[in-house]
């Protein structure tokens, strides 16, 4: 399992070194493992694209403590992200796209591997280090090749590209 301190950092950096990572979903008799592929990282109400912009639920959750999950809809979906950064400072990094280990899905994109992996708004809120259906490992040092892009479905964005994701992997969401 990762350490707190991983997610202690800026949504920026926290969202390129997920890449690799594991995200493990525990269903009882069965683990699904999945390596994350691509992820995008969202900052304050400054961030045009931030649902740190709204007051209510989403912003108080990005900025809880670093490991909170957030999860909230989109168009019938749900989506997953992971606060980082120093509490009472929004940040977050949206998992956009998954690669199965041992399970067959389609994950290229934030509301199918939230589906392929069974996660909905009951893991809202909640840390990552205190629950046992959900987790993230790290994952052997393997050499990864990373693209940067802009950030995919905001109308508005930053002038800095926040999407991060491997290159040539075929899970992405869009290349």
């Not at 168009?75 to 992971?82: E, G, V």
Request: aromatic share 8%; glycine share 6%.
């Amino acid at each position: 399992m990762l350490e707190k301190n991983f997610f202690e950092r800026k949504a920026e950096i926290v969202a390129r070194e997920l890449l690799g990572k594991v995200i493990v979903r525990n269903l009882g008799k069965e683990k699904l493992k999945a390596k994350i592929v691509e992820t995008e990282a969202y900052y304050d109400e400054t961030d045009p694209a931030s649902r740190a912009r709204q007051n209510g639920n989403l912003r108080r959750t990005m900025q809880d403590e670093a490991g909170t999950i957030l999860v909230y809809g989109v168009h019938n979906n749900w989506l997953i992200n992971f606060v980082t950064g120093k509490k009472g400072k929004a940040e977050a990094v949206l998992l956009r796209a998954v690669e199965p280990l041992n399970f067959k899905a389609k994950t290229n994109g934030p509301g199918l591997l939230c589906k392929a992996l069974k996660i909905d708004k009951s893991f809202h809120d909640k840390d990552v280090f205190d629950i046992k259906d959900l987790w993230l490992e790290d994952s052997k040092n393997e050499k990864l090749e990373i693209t940067e892009a802009k950030r995919i479905g905001v109308r508005e964005d930053l002038e800095k590209p926040l999407r991060f994701y491997i290159k040539d992997n075929n899970w992405v969401s869009r290349k």
